[in-house]
């Protein structure tokens, strides 16, 4: 009768005790990226608040410090950098969308070239096995590489940090090299915003809308569904002129803090000497994929008449959260971006599983090399946080 009776109040204990840590290891998190992003936005560094977060959690995250946060919140960051995005629009913004098609098309093109340049970049200067180069050299989508990782026994940390640094470079370098180059307009603002009290109806079924539509594209599976839902809904409402209040520039930069931050805590539970160890592979496989997008991207210019930012950023081969916060961060055009970004993931997530089964059908243990049989026996590491 003890027993029966404690157990439930044992597990409630447990709850209580799991619900704490989280809550202060997110709060940690958050402070620390809010404190980096502060620095580089004092600094006036270009989208100074998505890279200082970054980078102070993921120094943070190497040093030790347990960072992470929850989904649900970093659901709620999601949504609101998909509001921002969408709120950027207006029917002039839209000018140029007759022309992207081709652009579109290119892109598709582009990241299967940066997919199968990384790939044996990491097959023949490094010695990785195909199914552990591939998906490290996918551009993209960590949450489904990683889940494709751990059902074929790859080596799941040396994808994750060469996915990670990746993100990471473009996050922090590409505002910079914009910035030199004269291609942004950062010092503009993140968004012309509204004051939350000054349309209120607004403001409320903005927010109705976003949210419904991105939940609705989580639950049939769309990746990133919670920044894609919410900025198209947002778009189209800005660029029909239907509402024009948009949301309050402290809630967007909050969404770019929460962005950066669940950026730099994945690598909590890495040692900084493992990261250390891959280092050469992921600058390597870091400057083949960025030199193919950028060949693409020439290429795009000669397509459409969009800015050279908005060209270039549409082009990375970063994580679409990323990369998509990097264009609101950098006042370049979201619904170009966006829609590169999304033709690419969407691509590139259909093709995955088949190519995944083409390289798997022809392995055999005698072609495998000493560096594939030490990748494909270190699956038993703890997989790198999503």
């Not at 913004?93 to 940066?114: K, N, R």
């Not at 040396?158 to 922090?172: D, E, F, G, P, S």
């Not at 590169?340 to 969407?346: D, G, P």
Request: with cysteine; hydrophobic share 55%.
């Amino acid at each position: 009768m003890t027993s029966c009776s404690e157990s439930p109040s044992s597990e409630r204990l447990a709850e209580a005790g799991w619900l704490r840590r989280d809550s202060l290891q997110a709060a940690e998190t958050l402070l620390i990226g809010a404190a980096g992003g502060a620095v580089f936005a004092a600094a006036r560094f270009p989208a100074g608040w998505l890279a200082g977060a970054m980078i102070f959690c993921a120094a943070a995250a190497l040093l030790g410090r347990p960072l992470g946060v929850p989904r649900p919140v970093a659901r709620f960051f999601s949504v609101i950098v998909g509001m921002a995005l969408g709120g950027v629009v207006n029917p002039v913004t839209l000018h140029g969308v007759a022309a992207w098609p081709l652009s579109v098309a290119l892109i598709a093109l582009a990241m299967a070239c940066v997919t199968f340049a990384t790939m044996t970049y990491l097959r023949r200067v490094h010695g990785w096995d195909g199914m552990t180069a591939l998906l490290a050299g996918f551009p993209g989508a960590l949450g489904q590489v990683m889940a494709y990782a751990a059902e074929e026994n790859c080596d799941m940390r040396a994808i994750a940090i060469v996915q990670m640094m990746r993100v990471a470079i473009l996050t922090i370098g590409v505002p910079a090299a914009l910035a030199a180059l004269g291609l942004t307009a950062a010092d503009r603002g993140v968004v012309q915003a509204t004051g939350i009290f000054d349309a209120p109806g607004e403001l409320v079924l903005l927010i109705v809308a976003c949210v419904a539509a991105g939940f609705i594209l989580v639950r049939l599976g769309l990746p990133g569904g919670l920044l894609i839902g919410p900025m198209v809904v947002s778009a189209a409402l800005h660029g029909s002129g239907l509402i024009s209040a948009t949301l309050p520039l402290w809630v967007t930069v909050i969404g770019m803090i929460g962005i950066g931050s669940i950026g730099g805590a994945r690598f909590a539970g890495t040692p900084a000497r493992l990261v250390l160890s891959y280092l050469w592979a992921a600058l390597g496989a870091f400057a083949v994929s960025l030199a193919i997008a950028a060949l693409f991207a020439s290429m795009a210019g000669l397509l459409v008449y969009e800015s050279a930012g908005d060209i270039a950023v549409a082009y990375l081969p970063g994580a679409i959260d990323a990369m998509m916060v990097l264009a609101l961060a950098l006042d370049l055009d979201p619904i170009f971006v966006g829609a590169h970004h999304l033709a690419r993931l969407l691509g590139l997530s259909l093709a995955l599983p088949v190519v995944i089964s083409a390289l798997r059908q022809p392995a055999a243990p005698s072609d495998e090399s000493p560096r594939s049989r030490n990748v494909r026996g270190s699956s038993d590491r703890r997989p790198f946080g999503d």
